[in-house]
């Protein structure tokens, strides 16, 4: 694994349309690919909303559930990042990027505050500053880019290599 954290887009988002979603009970084909993308207030009671988009996205792909669990818990700390580091204004919005290709799980969470994460050493007795650690241990790589062109703010993203596993 990979924490490098490093100001680079990370791997291409997969070619996909927006809001594709994979098809049938058994699960989407490896070679499938889609993006989802949503909107919410960057208020820490949408935490519970963006767990849900990301584990339903990846509920049906042949994910071990440590991948899924994984995955969930990443797009969790960096959701809480945005809101709790970044969020400047009550009508702040973040942007959940969720992107599956042939071989690779990305999940982007955009917000609108140029400050940058950093990651901290936390004492054991501390309540926060653990959350870049815990993606870092869960994700294959994960880094910060540039917004979109036109947008303020920065993206943080971690990606997942596919590992086998099975659909639910």
């Not at 519970?48 to 792909?61: D, G, K, N």
């Amino acid at each position: 694994m990979t924490a490098s954290g490093a100001w680079r887009p990370g791997p291409p988002p997969a070619p996909a349309v927006t809001g594709h979603r994979p098809a049938g009970p058994a699960g989407a084909a490896a070679d499938e690919s889609f993006r989802v993308r949503s909107t919410v207030p960057a208020d820490p009671s949408w935490a519970a909303a963006v767990r849900r988009l990301v584990a339903e996205q990846f509920a049906r792909l042949p994910l071990s559930a440590d991948q899924r669990d994984g995955a969930v818990l990443a797009a969790d700390e960096l959701f809480a990042n945005a809101v709790k580091h970044a969020r400047t204004d009550p009508d702040d919005m973040v942007t959940v990027t969720v992107e599956w290709s042939a071989h690779i799980l990305r999940v982007t969470v955009a917000d609108s505050s140029p400050v940058l994460p950093r990651p901290r050493p936390a004492d054991a007795d501390a309540e926060s500053g653990r959350g870049l650690a815990i993606v870092a241990a869960l994700a294959d790589d994960w880094g910060m880019a540039p917004p979109e062109p036109g947008h303020p703010g920065k993206r943080v993203w971690f990606t997942l290599r596919r590992r086998g596993g099975t659909a639910p």
